[in-house]
Structure formats: C-alpha cells, structure tokens
T-cell receptor, first 116, second 113 residues
C-alpha cells in the first residue's frame, strides 16, 4: 500500500520569502515517483515537479525544488521567492512504478497563503 | 492550459439521476485517468484506461462506470446519484500507461441536490 501524509493544513508566508511544504510517504516498493501539484481557487490541478525514487539529484523547476530525503521518506516542496499568485492548495502525490499502472495517490493538501 | 478538455464544467442534478462526464485527452495521449475530489474523501483515483482498455481500478463505486472510445475520448457515467457523489471530477491524460506526468483537465463540478 502507498500513503502520502501532509501534516500542514495551512501555511502562511510573506511575499518574496521562501516556504517549505512538508510531505512524507510510505511504501515498501523501491520504485516510485513523487509529485507536487498546485490547485488554485479556480480548481484546476497544475503539475509542478516530479522526483523519481532512483534520481540522484533533487528535482528543480524554476522557483520550485523538491527536497528528497529517501531514508526519511520525505519529499518536501520548497518554493523560493514566494509570489501572491502562489496562494493555492498544494498536493503531494505518489505513484508506484512496478504495478504496471500509474494511479496517483494524493495527500490531503496544504493551503498556502502568501501575504504582501 | 493542459490540453485536456472536460465537459460540462458544472452539472447540477437530483438524487437518483444519471449523468455522463466527458473527457478529451491531450492530442497523442493514449492513457486517461479519472479522479474524484470531495471534501470528505479528498482526491481519489477512480479508474484508468489505456488505448481503449481498462488498465486499473481504484475506489470506483459500482454505480459508476467509464469507457474510452476509439477516438480516445473517455466518458464517466454516474448513476443512481446520491448527495455524497457531489464532487469535482477530474480527468487526466498521459502519453502512456507508465508516464511520469499526468496532465489534468479543468474538472467537472457535480452537485447532487
């Protein structure tokens, strides 16, 4: 079984500061993928970043980076230089690669509010 | 814009009714996924199709069914609707069944009264 835990229901950050959103996962499968999605108030799900379990380096995409600590089973999202438009729900998700399909298992999400 | 389209955007119906949600994947994507987002259950995987065939099933109720047509669009059929079926239903697509990234459509918000 696979499980994603996001323990922060809400986070506040000031514009231009960095913020870390926590995500821990649980699986016994050695091959998996970790994702972060952003859901603004308009409702769509926007892919932000991906990390494979065998990737040696932490993934980065512009202002987003994924702090992958395999031994601790954590995959925290770091947003640098926060912008007002970053205010949204953020979901951590996981897939298992050895099951032959790629269903995403999501955490409960963290609501980020960026203040001026 | 992800390139995945979903219709309708909003749907309001009554308990006991049946509705069909439609999804067109990105051009070239063969795999389609359906997810349900509700307040009490969060985001849950329902079902996946790949090139017309069912690939994986998640927490999909027996009252729900889906299919993927030869032109690769997919439909999710929800019948005998209950109040608890009110949710945001997402379709996502990817080029193949084991692709890393899934591209989400804008969702269909279903309200059951």
């Amino acid at each position: 079984a696979q499980k994603i835990t996001q323990t922060q229901p809400g986070m506040f950050v000031q514009e231009k500061e960095a913020v870390t959103l926590d995500c821990t996962y649980d699986t016994s499968d050695p091959s998996y993928g970790l994702f972060w999605y952003k859901q603004p108030s308009s409702g769509e799900m926007i892919f932000l970043i991906y990390q494979g379990s065998y990737d040696q380096q932490n993934a980065t995409e512009g202002r987003y980076s994924l702090n992958f600590q395999k031994a601790r089973k954590s995959a925290n999202l770091v947003i640098s230089a926060s912008q007002l438009g970053d205010s949204a729900m953020y979901f951590c998700a996981m897939t298992l690669k050895n099951t032959g399909f790629q269903k995403l298992v999501f955490g409960t999400g963290t609501r980020l509010l960026v203040s001026p | 814009d992800s390139g995945v389209t979903q219709t309708p955007k909003h749907l309001i119906t009554a308990t006991g009714q049946r509705v069909t949600l439609r999804c067109s994947p990105r051009s070239g994507d063969l795999s389609v996924y359906w997810y349900q987002q509700s307040l009490d259950q969060g985001l849950q995987f329902l079902i996946q199709y790949y090139n017309g065939e069912e690939r994986a099933k998640g927490n999909i109720l027996e009252r729900f069914s889906a299919q993927q047509f030869p032109d690769l669009h997919s439909e999710l059929n929800l019948s005998s609707l209950e109040l608890g079926d009110s949710a945001l239903y997402f379709c996502a697509s990817s080029p193949g069944p084991l692709w890393n990234e899934q591209f989400f459509g804008p969702g269909t918000r279903l309200t059951v009264l």
